[in-house]
């Protein structure tokens, strides 16, 4: 799939609320953190949101970028290692209580396992199963409606 | 899977076919047939809801969708071809512009003509039959650090002939000729077809009643430039210039049996072809060709109009991964060429279009080595001419300053495919009866749903994909992914209409698993 803006901005927020939202709610009781398991989901899936929502810009410096490629498009590489810039701004934003609605400190080993596995999962649907079911997506910019 | 057969008539009533071709002047002459006309004429009319015609790559992509996607049955489709099979052209002419089926096309991972779907991609397939992480790695890392991944030949042949079986191609092929297509007073379509005799000739008319037709017929054949048809015209010689889509092995024949010179015309994908054979061959049989390459448009350096649009470019080849930027297919390039027409159009065409290669690693290499000891070389400029002397061809080329003559003992000519639609029999007919227009690039103007403009008729319509709708909204037509995007315009376009079904995410799921065990649709 070759991005449009607007294809961007819906891939993301739809894989991360569907992927994202079903790994993260598999994930979160196994994950080391501490609290009430009602304030562990407040905790990931604060994250998660985070992670959609400064998405929004990261995804319009993205397509910024991609205006010095000829080609216009968006390699499969920079799709999985923009989790870097994308994990350290969301780490620093969590671990200086922030992000709105974080119940409490987050541990750095829980977020780094969420994150990855999160950014993991998204990426690779992106690049594959995704076409499956909507099946008119890649030849749409990645539009999902 | 079972194979084409002899006849491909099989559900066709037995018929006594006409004795002559001849259509009388009536029919001939009249943009709109009426039943009685048709009648009159003694032709046998068969009836069916949907025909393809071409038989190509271009039709077996466009029923593929609308069998697995549109829920069409094979009984509602025609296919009308002079082809035993859908890549019977495609690939001879890979063939004989060097391309083996162990070698890998220009193509993208995710291309799958015989996967609609485009998962698992060909990437995905290869390294989970070859036990091998490699060609996902190089997914991964092209285009940056890797070249982009290509598919195999052989791979992408065999999986569109699986594929066929799987949809019943086979039965909806009906081998000849198509002649015609006009439109029916009442609504939709006659084609008039030439049937396949037992013999192996086409003759004889019989006409098929459609609602809708589908024609993606290629190209309507090679283009030969002016000076190459005039010194074939001249010397009555077809030895010592070739068109590089041409069968022209008896150059790298004689090549290995006498030292000699080579003279390159073009910087495309086959150019590249050639030129990796001419040098694999020397390398491996000590050969000592030369090679000289006259470029038209050389490229010194990166190029375009400003730091948004530039495209590699070195040595004279301009370079890109495909034959358009990807975003072409899908990206912001696909939406930007949506909402142009006439001039607009025309510029955006110009910009991302011109003569590419792709930028492989393997091809580098060995003409950096033909660079360096000095048996390769290239010349900016126009040809102007070819002539015979003794038993050399010298080709003489506009230069800036002038002109230069350059003797060899073969010219290959790797311009490409000619695109011209009037030259088509069914296209010129259509352009004059059947109320087509060109486009702002000359060729066949077709809606965003691959619809041809101003051509339908009642209920019924014509679609074209393929070389013949390039210039239109979309850019790529003339390509395997082309093919499919115009392919799920055309299937959806149907379904909007009532005459097939839309293919939703849970029906997707469903069919991809079909695919996946191989069942029958």
């Given at each position: 799939?070759?991005?449009?803006?607007?294809?961007?901005?819906?891939?993301?927020?739809?894989?991360?609320?569907?992927?994202?939202?079903?790994?993260?709610?598999?994930?979160?009781?196994?994950?080391?953190?501490?609290?009430?398991?009602?304030?562990?989901?407040?905790?990931?899936?604060?994250?998660?949101?985070?992670?959609?929502?400064?998405?929004?810009?990261?995804?319009?410096?993205?397509?910024?970028?991609?205006?010095?490629?000829?080609?216009?498009?968006?390699?499969?590489?920079?799709?999985?290692?923009?989790?870097?810039?994308?994990?350290?701004?969301?780490?620093?934003?969590?671990?200086?209580?922030?992000?709105?609605?974080?119940?409490?400190?987050?541990?750095?080993?829980?977020f780094l396992v969420h994150f990855v596995l999160v950014w993991l999962a998204v990426w690779m649907v992106a690049n594959g199963p995704m076409r499956v079911p909507f099946i008119r997506w890649r030849f749409r910019g990645g539009r999902v409606w | 899977m079972s194979k084409a057969p002899e006849?491909?008539?099989?559900?066709?009533?037995?018929?006594?076919?006409?004795?002559?071709?001849?259509?009388?002047?009536?029919?001939?002459?009249?943009?709109?047939?009426?039943?009685?006309m048709v009648a009159a004429a003694g032709i046998q009319v068969h009836d069916v809801p949907f025909v393809s015609i071409g038989g190509g790559m271009g039709s077996f992509v466009t029923v593929n969708y609308l069998r697995v996607a549109g829920g069409?049955?094979?009984?509602?489709?025609?296919?009308?071809?002079?082809?035993?099979?859908?890549?019977?052209?495609?690939?001879?002419?890979?063939?004989?512009?060097?391309?083996?089926?162990?070698?890998?096309?220009?193509?993208?991972?995710?291309?799958?003509?015989?996967?609609?779907?485009?998962?698992?991609?060909?990437?995905?397939?290869?390294?989970?039959?070859?036990?091998?992480?490699?060609?996902?790695?190089?997914?991964?890392?092209?285009?940056?650090?890797?070249?982009?991944?290509?598919?195999?030949?052989?791979?992408?042949?065999?999986?569109?002939?699986?594929?066929?079986?799987?949809?019943?191609?086979?039965?909806?092929?009906?081998?000849?000729?198509?002649?015609?297509?006009r439109r029916r007073t009442g609504g939709g379509y006659y084609v008039l077809h030439a049937p396949r005799r037992p013999d192996g000739h086409n003759s004889g008319l019989i006409a098929f009643r459609a609602r809708d037709v589908h024609i993606a017929v290629g190209y309507s054949g090679l283009r030969f430039l002016p000076d190459l048809q005039d010194f074939r015209a001249r010397m009555n010689d077809y030895h010592h210039v070739v068109n590089a889509y041409e069968d022209h092995e008896h150059v790298y024949e004689a090549l290995r049996r006498k030292p000699g010179r080579v003279v390159i015309r073009g910087g495309g994908i086959v150019t590249s072809a050639v030129l990796h054979r001419l040098i694999e061959d020397r390398r491996k049989y000590g050969l000592h060709t030369e090679i000289v390459h006259v470029f038209r448009t050389f490229y010194e350096g990166k190029h375009g109009p400003n730091q948004w649009w530039r495209r590699r470019g070195k040595h004279g080849f301009a370079y890109q991964g495909f034959n358009y930027p990807k975003s072409a297919w899908g990206g912001q390039l696909w939406s930007a060429m949506r909402r142009t027409e006439g001039d607009q159009r025309i510029k955006l065409y110009d910009l991302i279009g011109g003569t590419t290669t792709a930028w492989r690693r393997h091809w580098q290499e060995g003409l950096e080595l033909a660079r360096r000891e000095g048996w390769y070389r290239t010349q900016s400029g126009q040809m102007a001419g070819l002539r015979l002397d003794g038993d050399q061809v010298v080709?003489?080329?506009?230069?800036?300053?002038?002109?230069?003559?350059?003797?060899?003992?073969?010219?290959?000519?790797?311009?490409?495919?000619?695109?011209?639609?009037?030259?088509?029999?069914?296209?010129?007919?259509?352009?004059?009866?059947?109320?087509?227009?060109?486009?702002?690039?000359?060729?066949?103007?077709?809606?965003?749903?691959?619809?041809?403009?101003?051509?339908?008729?009642?209920?019924?319509?014509?679609?074209?994909?393929?070389?013949?709708?390039?210039?239109?909204?979309?850019?790529?037509?003339?390509?395997?992914?082309?093919?499919?995007?115009?392919?799920?315009?055309?299937?959806?376009?149907?379904?909007?209409?009532?005459?097939?079904?839309?293919?939703?995410?849970?029906r997707s799921i469903s069919q991809w698993t079909k695919w996946v065990r191989n069942r029958r649709v």
């Open positions: 799939m070759v991005p449009t803006l607007f294809g961007r901005i819906q891939t993301r927020l739809f894989l991360l609320a569907v992927v994202g939202g079903a790994i993260t709610a598999l994930i979160t009781p196994i994950l080391p953190l501490d609290g009430p398991m009602g304030q562990r989901y407040q905790a990931t899936f604060v994250v998660l949101a985070s992670v959609a929502v400064l998405g929004v810009a990261w995804e319009l410096l993205y397509h910024l970028l991609m205006q010095w490629r000829w080609e216009k498009d968006w390699p499969t590489l920079f799709g999985l290692v923009t989790l870097v810039p994308e994990g350290i701004l969301v780490w620093v934003l969590a671990d200086r209580q922030i992000l709105p609605g974080l119940p409490g400190p987050v541990p750095g080993d829980a | 006849l491909a008539t099989a559900d066709l009533p037995p018929i006594v076919l006409p004795s002559t071709d001849e259509l009388p002047p009536l029919l001939q002459d009249s943009d709109f047939w009426t039943d009685d069409v049955p094979a009984s509602d489709i025609k296919v009308l071809s002079n082809l035993s099979h859908p890549w019977q052209t495609y690939e001879y002419l890979t063939r004989v512009s060097q391309l083996s089926r162990r070698q890998r096309i220009r193509s993208d991972s995710q291309s799958r003509p015989d996967n609609l779907w485009g998962f698992p991609s060909y990437a995905l397939q290869e390294a989970l039959v070859k036990k091998s992480p490699k060609p996902l790695a190089q997914v991964l890392l092209e285009p940056v650090f890797a070249d982009f991944y290509t598919p195999e030949l052989d791979v992408v042949l065999k999986g569109i002939e699986r594929e066929a079986g799987r949809i019943g191609y086979w039965d909806m092929l009906v081998q000849g000729e198509a002649r015609l297509v080709a003489r080329v506009n230069v800036p300053n002038g002109s230069l003559d350059i003797a060899a003992d073969y010219v290959i000519d790797c311009t490409g495919l000619d695109g011209d639609v009037a030259e088509h029999r069914i296209l010129g007919d259509l352009l004059e009866h059947g109320g087509a227009g060109r486009n702002p690039m000359g060729r066949l103007d077709v809606e965003r749903t691959f619809e041809l403009r101003g051509s339908t008729n009642g209920m019924g319509m014509i679609y074209v994909s393929g070389a013949a709708a390039f210039g239109g909204y979309f850019p790529g037509v003339d390509t395997f992914l082309g093919l499919q995007i115009a392919a799920r315009e055309i299937a959806d376009d149907l379904a909007r209409r009532g005459m097939a079904r839309k293919m939703r995410p849970l």
